[in-house]
């Protein structure tokens, strides 16, 4: 006779079997449909938000790159420009769009640097979003109107002390890296030139070549016939390398102010919890597309810098330090959007 002690002992290892095959199943079911994924994506149209108006530098990245992507993947790739409130319309767009693989953000800093300090909304940019590949920097210059015959950082700083209140900057946008970045130079500098908002960059550089501001920090591209003219000065660039662009002027920071760098970045984003081995085939095929030859002179006459191989963690890290960065001088400057 069976005894009910033997009985429970055999149906409790049938249980644990049991349970062990589940899981086992489950597994190999996980396996089986990442591996589909991987297999079969994309199978249907991608979509780049930019979440500026078309012409400025992320959409015209965005088109390059999206032009290739479709080429080599076979599917349509469209660039959805959704601008309003400095980016963070599209940005936050993409933060509640499905994890699928199918749209993106392709944008500069700004949205995911800077506009959530200032914002009071929920929007986390390292929380809401997923970290897919850091593309390429802006390198901005600081030029000066030719009537104050400055030729150098050092000089800049030396006439601001000795003339306080007669210098004035141009900044576009409020909280724009064009004002955050002069006031890092303020504070760094330990000078006070004061800041002169304007609604777009066009009118900002009128005012520059007429002399009514005197200082002004913007990218590089946008300024170069003007330097070639004569009609402004160039003293140096906010990268801490010199502009493959015009690398005979100097960078800020070798320039008498050590440790200032405050450069426009370009990455790529997904919706949060977008499946990781689709952000790690859209890093890796971006990254090989910003190596073709004809991509990479396209995008240095557009005054692309690109950046090395980036990872989505190490990007993620990227950002990290950035807002920290910019959050510290927001503070210190006693900066407001207000």
């Not at 006070?192 to 304007?198: A, S």
Request: charged share 15%.
């Amino acid at each position: 006779m069976i005894s009910d002690q033997f009985v429970y002992c055999i149906r409790n290892k049938l249980l644990v079997l049991a349970i062990l095959a589940s899981y086992g199943m489950a597994f190999l079911f996980s396996q089986s449909a990442q591996s589909q994924t991987q297999a079969t994506y994309p199978n249907k149209q991608i979509q780049f938000i930019v979440p500026f108006p078309p012409g400025g530098p992320a959409d015209v990245q965005a088109r390059i790159v999206g032009q290739k992507l479709s080429t080599r993947w076979k599917q349509p790739v469209i660039i959805d420009n959704r601008p309003g409130a400095g980016g963070s319309i599209g940005a936050e767009f993409v933060a509640r769009a499905p994890a699928d693989g199918y749209t993106f953000l392709y944008t500069t800093s700004g949205p995911i640097s800077v506009n959530p300090i200032f914002s009071n909304s929920s929007f986390d940019p390292l929380k809401n979003l997923s970290s897919v590949i850091l593309t390429s920097t802006l390198s901005s210059v600081m030029v000066v109107n030719p009537s104050l015959n400055i030729k150098s950082i050092n000089e800049l700083i030396q006439f601001a002390k000795e003339n306080p209140g007669k210098l004035n900057y141009a900044s576009s946008g409020n909280g724009s890296t064009s004002h955050l970045s002069m006031e890092q130079f303020n504070r760094l500098a330990g000078v006070q030139i004061t800041r002169i908002p304007y609604k777009g960059a066009a009118p900002a550089i009128n005012d520059l070549l007429g002399g009514n501001v005197q200082v002004m920090l913007m990218g590089l591209t946008s300024v170069l016939p003007f330097l070639e003219s004569g009609k402004l000065t160039a003293i140096g660039v906010s990268s801490l390398k010199p502009s493959p662009l015009a690398p005979k002027i100097p960078t800020i920071a070798s320039s008498g102010l050590n440790g200032f760098e405050a450069s426009n970045w370009l990455g790529v984003f997904a919706p949060p919890n977008t499946p990781a081995d689709i952000v790690n085939k859209m890093n890796a095929e971006i990254y090989a597309i910003m190596k073709l030859p004809d991509v990479k002179e396209r995008l240095f006459k557009e005054g692309f810098e690109q950046m090395p191989t980036y990872t989505p963690t190490q990007f993620k890290d990227f950002i990290q330090k950035d807002i920290a960065k910019w959050s510290k001088i927001i503070k210190e400057s006693n900066i407001t959007t207000d």
